[in-house]
């Protein structure tokens, strides 16, 4: 068990210094509308790396206003900083380091991630506005949804989203929303739930 753990860890090792070895190769640059969303996700990798560094050291600084702002922008990002080995969170960050550079296109899971995070933003942000009505509920967040932009719910995501779905937003099945943003997040890339899970947790 432990031979195979040292196996998987100097693959993983050797994969993030061929990656840093990329990033100082000559590459046009990346049209910035294809930079901005793996950008975002760096940071979050850079924070999750940092707020983990600190914990290590023993630092006395009170880490909850940042984990509240990581987990407010990039909703799952606590559940990433709990269970993530740290050589998987520096391979993702080196990973997304050349594709911000545009050493490498971006892999399906930062694909999957960007998506994830924007639909379950877009989830929180209903669940929300439910709390200031008092009639219709489902009625008047589509009314909202139909007629402007709903802050932090960006991109296509939200389009197609019908009764059903608000209820199904509002009241989950087992009371978890994360299987009903896999299917939506699956479903819009053309892959199976369990992918999009993978490309976010462990468990």
Known sequence: MRSRRRTRVARVSLRIAWLRWTLGTSMPAPHPAMQTAPMALREKYREIKRLRDEHTSGSDADPKPRMKALAQRFPGALRELDELPMVLVELRLATLEAVVTGALPAPEWVKLQIGYHAVMRFALRIKR????????????????????????????????????????????????????VYRRVANSHGVEPETVRRALFLR
Do not use: F, Y
Not at 153 to 170: M, N, Q, V
């Open 129 to 180: 506005m439910a709390r200031s009505e008092r009639h219709d509920r489902v009625g008047a967040i589509l009314r909202q949804l139909a007629s402007e932009r709903i802050e932090g719910c960006e991109g296509s995501h939200w389009l197609g989203i019908d009764r059903a779905e608000i209820e199904t937003i509002l009241k989950p099945e087992g009371g978890r929303l994360n299987p009903w």
